[in-house]
């Protein structure tokens, strides 16, 4: 007799662990936050590099001296040049390149390269513009527009002097601002005996007494040193924001 075995269960066959549950991969999203966030930096910095490019070069219209201009100079286009320069909140205090300041006075001089205040300028004074006939030996090279100048009277026997005024030499305009000077006076066909026309600008309750002490006098005409003012003065360095 023989025995029958019955087949067992294998060992262990439910007792394995459950594995993993698969998860599907999902494509990220367009409002993901690190994007958003990353969109949003490069928009910042976009912005302020544009800003800052724009402060740099905020610049405004203002109007500079072309030469030294001793005060009472009358202004003419030629006098100016238009600058561009930064001056924040300064620039009200300058006169903007948009106005036109022909025929104004300057109240005080203005060295070449300086912006032009608009404390430097008031409306035109009660004087006369005087020409003066100069020969050209008697005008110092170079005379222009805008300097300050003396005019001297001298008793010239050429002239009819005669007597105890012979050779005396008297002064007939002080410290005045040169208005225009025409004549050619630094022409290559220049001589000594050109007569050059020196226009200053005097009172006008003074500009006959002028004429009565020139007398037909030969005139000499002395400059004073550039940058100087009608009252003899030295015109001070140019200040204010220069761009």
Known sequence: MSAVRTPGAV????????????????????????LVLGVLLVLASVLLGARVVGAADATVPVWSAAADLAAGTVLTADDLVVVDVRLDDAAEKYLSGSTR??????????RAGELLPRSALEEPSELVQLALPVQAGYVPPGLRRGQVVDVYAVADPAAGATGA????????????????????????LSTPTTTVQVVVGVAAG???????????RPLVVVAHPAGATADGSAVAAPTGPTG
Request: charged share 20%; glycine share 18%.
């Open 11 to 34: 060992p262990g066959a439910t007792e394995l662990p459950a594995g993993p549950t698969p998860r599907r991969v999902r494509p990220p999203g367009w409002l993901d936050l690190r």
């Open 101 to 110: 300041p022909e025929g104004r006075e300057l109240s005080r001089g203005v």
């Open 165 to 188: 005024d012979l050779g005396s030499v008297g002064l007939v305009v002080g410290a005045a601002p040169v208005q225009a000077v025409s004549g050619g006076a630094d022409g290559v």
């Open 206 to 216: 003074e500009a006959a007494g002028v004429l009565a002490s020139i007398a037909g």
